[in-house]
């Protein structure tokens, strides 16, 4: 890891995330691995999100590790590292997909917390199904995102953006009562979607929802729901659940969603229920003007990886102020 104090260039060095060592093969010494999925095939809208990894290295140099609100170092409570990039193979998304879910399984299998920055919301139809055959018992799947993404497939096409949630239920080892969508809106949910949704018994929190009953609350549900029984825990991130005022770089950004210090709530709530797989999607630096969807995605991670050391220190009794 690079020291990262307050004097100096912030964005000198090479990018990696958050200025980590580079590890390719990380050992179970290492607690997560975040890695790049540079993939934006089987997507309907904008594309650029093959370019969200380099914009959340490139945009994550500006990011210390020390968290105001714990007093805690991250990177000394949590051993991350920069596990580089998962291989894209244009034009074969089935071969690409299982190169996903092969390295998230790998990861997992050598005791090691994948952390995937995307690429567009198709690569979570890899990840999770890697995460699922790593997961020893049943999974829970968690999507904080504007679109259910329950269509079996578009045109027949299995592997596009609009499928992870259905993909997931669909898991052996997963029940979709532990299936749950956080954060829906806006004029991408056709009927079909939300009618499949409701036949596999899929809970989903509509942004009035949350607005009316209050973000704390229907988030702990949301958790606990997903989490109920299950041996881990998978959670995905699309940036589009975003108001796109607060993420703009995004394939399909939409008005009404959740406004960045909610995401920071969002972030850090899961990160205290110690997901065992995380992936973050849909960030598009090609649309940005000044860079905020990437920090924001750099946000999310940092406020992720801090709540799951608040986790850690309330299970050992520490105080945490490093
Ligand atoms: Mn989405």
Known sequence: MQELGVSGVLHSGPATFFGLQHEPNPTSAIRAAIVGAPWDEGNGGRNGANYGPRGVRDASSWFASYDLASRRDVWEALTVVDGGDIPCIPSDAARTMDYFADHVAGLLEGGVMPVVVGGNHSITN?????????????????????????????????????????RAADLPNVDPANVVVYGVHGWLNPRSHVETAEALGIRWYTRDEIRARGLAETLAEAIARASDGVAGLYVTFDMDCMDSSSAPGTGTPE??????DEAIEIARAIGRARPFAFDVVEIAPIYEQSGVTQRLACTILMEMFAGMADADAEETGSDGAA
């Open 126 to 166: 890899g990840t999770a199904r890697g995460a699922a055959r790593a997961c020893d018992g049943r999974m829970g799947y968690l999507s904080i995102d504007t679109h259910l993404d329950t269509t079996e497939g578009w045109a027949g096409a299995p592997l596009a953006s609009g499928c992870p949630t259905y």
């Open 255 to 260: 008005a009404g969603g959740f406004l960045a």
